[in-house]
Every structure is written in structure tokens, then in C-alpha cells.
């Protein structure tokens, strides 16, 4: 009976240092490869349409919160022309309009709400920010990114 106790104890022991050893090695790999700086965005003034023609997509949050969030895209001419596709789970939702700009920002209103975009950069990459108001009072944000 004792050969069985201390066989547990063995066992025990050989356990607690695989996981003891594990645990080291997770410690490590996290503290030698920190945490990515976070990219620093800064506003920039939209010029021209010329500046961000061309395809952009990204997730739009509304506010209240209605069943998901939808997946937009939207092609912007250097006229300012623009057309969309939102992607809802109940179907296709599209359009196109023309967009305005003052004092650097895209505004657009339509029958439908009013909307605001900002150019963002940051290094390489852009984003435009839009918020905007449906007739309805849904709030709605979206990060639009440049897509293929």
C-alpha cells in the first residue's frame, strides 16, 4: 500500500512540473512578443474626390442595436458620384447618390438620413470614419477601408 501512495505523490509531482514547466514556457512567449503598438490615426482633410476614389468596404454599427451588423461597400468616383451595397442578413440593400464635400468632409443627405465621412491616415493606410442619422433616428458608424 505504501508503493501506491507514494507512486501518487510520483505522479503528482511529474504533473505539477509538466504544467509548472508549460506555464513557464507560456510567460515567456508573452512577454517576448508585447503586444503590437496600436496604429495612431490622424484626420486628414479631404481635397478632393479624386483623393479617395475608388472602392472602400467595413462593418457598420448601428445604434440601437438591431439584429447584426451589416457589411458595406461603396465605390466613390472623382466626381463624388458614389454607389453602395450593404450586406444585411435579410438581403442586398443598394443604391448610389453624390456626395458633397465641406470643409474637408464628405456630407451626403438623401430622403433616407444624412451622413459625415473623415479621411484618417496613418504610415500607409487610410480609413474613412462616416457617421450618420437615419430619418428614423438610428444612429450608425462605419470604418470604411480601401478594397480591392
Known amino acids: 500500500m505504501e508503493n501506491r501512495g507514494s507512486m501518487k505523490q510520483n505522479i503528482r509531482a ?11 514556457l507560456v510567460v515567456q512567449g508573452c512577454q517576448s512578443t508585447g503586444v503590437a503598438p496600436k496604429q ?9 474626390f479624386a483623393s479617395i476614389a475608388g472602392k472602400w468596404d467595413g462593418l457598420v454599427v448601428r445604434s440601437p442595436k438591431v439584429r447584426g451588423d451589416d457589411w ?9 458620384r458614389y454607389e453602395f451595397a450593404s ?7 443598394s ?9 474637408g468632409k464628405l456630407t451626403v443627405t438623401t430622403e433616407r438620413g444624412t451622413a459625415t465621412g473623415s ?17 428614423d433616428g438610428t444612429r450608425y458608424a462605419v470604418q470604411l477601408q480601401p478594397s480591392q
Open 14 to 24: 511529474a504533473v505539477l512540473l509538466v504544467c509548472m514547466s508549460l506555464w513557464s
Open 72 to 80: 458595406l461597400r461603396v465605390t466613390i468616383a472623382d466626381d463624388g
Open 119 to 135: 479621411l484618417y491616415v496613418s504610415d500607409n493606410s487610410r480609413m474613412l470614419r462616416m457617421s450618420g442619422v437615419m430619418e
Open 95 to 103: 443604391g448610389q447618390g453624390q456626395f458633397t464635400l465641406a470643409e
Open 87 to 93: 450586406y444585411q442578413t435579410i438581403g442586398v440593400f
Open 40 to 48: 495612431q490615426w490622424s484626420p486628414q482633410p479631404i481635397e478632393s
